[in-house]
């Protein structure tokens, strides 16, 4: 049967890179920073969910050591069955202590989180409207879910409104949006989205993987944007964006909440607690969170400095209030052509094109990290500048 079935793959794979969207993995052979070594050469990254600079901290990698000689290297169990240690307790506690939330819940990964958050708590009365740009992992737990599904145009309050009164016979209703979306890099607005929850009766789910230790004056996220921590029902997030770059993701909310996940969320029941090194470096890194505002500081001004200066080299930049610049680029197959050029100039970015975007919306993400200084900044402006002289000419 898999000769057919190789065939098959082959000519698929063969289509693909035909079409310049072959995805190639880059080795990088040094730690994660804002300097990294790409087949022996040094490059600047800005492609990396880095965005407090935390990946290749040494106040974390100590953090880790430690917890390693503590507790051991692996849990090799799942909490339900095993238990769990003192440390992952003590995660979960700083957690809903950074984000005003009453109770939390790890996952090994955000994409785990969402997978699990939605069938445990809804049925087939219910009702899910969710935003059209939701990351995938949003996506798949929906489907996983038997409620009413409603999708609204992204970040369309209007739309959101029209869908919420469609749903509005639902018993339950549960509006699901990230609070950047990864792609643009805007932000969503929770405040408006709050106001018509509360106006039909619904509640809101909250993803901060891209803006949590990034958005907000100290870094709390979307619902410390707009003042509204404490608030929303459910936050989902990870600690391998901002918060160190490792493993990890969490569901932090309402208490009855965090414990239905804890008695029926498929991902927590079946999956291993994360690793004790993890567990004691995200307690560090949150009280560092909880130390210092500098980090949340410096990835502010290098964001701002760096989007008015591509908008100024007359850039094509999607307005953003997070860490991530959306360079449009249009055209898919260019969008490889500037990601290799910019290597060839030292700078690691990553062309996205569909079915990550949508068609025709083809885009460099640049992420931009507080480990960033302003003369990386300057050199990633300039590369730009030359590439888009040779393709285009």
Excluded: W
């Excluded at 307790?89 to 090994?108: N, P, Q, R």
């Amino acid at each position: 049967m898999y000769n057919s079935f190789q065939k098959h793959l082959q000519k698929e794979l063969a289509e693909i890179e035909a079409a310049g969207l072959y995805k190639n993995e880059r080795i990088i052979e040094s730690p994660q920073g804002a300097e990294i070594l790409v087949k022996g050469k040094k490059c600047l990254n800005f492609c990396a969910n880095n965005y407090l600079g935390l990946a290749n901290n040494p106040e974390l990698i100590k953090a880790a050591k430690e917890g390693m000689d503590a507790r051991g290297f692996g849990m090799a169990s799942v909490r339900f069955i095993c238990g769990c240690q003192d440390l992952h307790k003590k995660l979960e506690e700083k957690i809903a202590e950074f984000f005003g939330t009453e109770d939390t819940i790890l996952y090994a990964a955000c994409f785990d989180a969402n997978g699990g958050v939605f069938e445990p708590l809804l049925g087939e009365q219910d009702a899910i409207i969710s935003d059209s740009l939701n990351h995938a992992s949003i996506i798949d737990g929906v489907r996983l879910c038997k409620a009413k599904r409603f999708r609204y145009a992204n970040a369309d309050m209007a739309d959101l409104e029209a869908k919420l009164i469609e749903a509005k016979d639902c018993r339950f209703k549960l509006i699901a949006t990230d609070g950047v979306f990864s792609m643009d890099g805007n932000v969503c607005p929770l405040d408006k989205i709050y106001e018509l929850a509360e106006k039909y009766d619904a509640m809101v789910m909250v993803d901060e993987s891209h803006s949590a230790g990034v958005v907000g004056k100290t870094g709390r996220g979307v619902t410390e944007r707009y003042n509204l921590k404490g608030k929303v029902e459910i936050i989902t997030g990870t600690l391998g964006k901002a918060f160190g770059g490792g493993v990890g993701g969490f569901t932090t909310g309402k208490k009855e909440i965090i414990d239905m996940l804890r008695q029926r969320s498929r991902p927590y029941l079946f999956s291993n607690s994360l690793a004790p090194g993890l567990v004691a470096a995200g307690i560090r890194m949150f009280e560092m969170m909880s130390e210092t505002n500098e980090l949340q500081d410096k990835l502010h001004e290098n964001t701002d400095y760096f989007l008015r200066r591509m908008k100024e080299e007359g850039f094509d930049c999607k307005p953003s209030e997070s860490a991530i610049c959306a360079v449009m680029i249009y055209d898919a197959a260019k969008s490889q052509q500037y990601a290799a050029k910019m290597q060839e100039e030292s700078i690691f970015v990553t062309g996205f094109y569909y079915p990550v975007v949508p068609k025709g919306e083809a885009r460099i993400r640049v992420q931009i990290s507080a480990a960033h200084e302003r003369e990386h900044l300057d050199k990633c402006i300039a590369a730009f500048v030359k590439v888009r002289k040779e393709i285009e000419g």
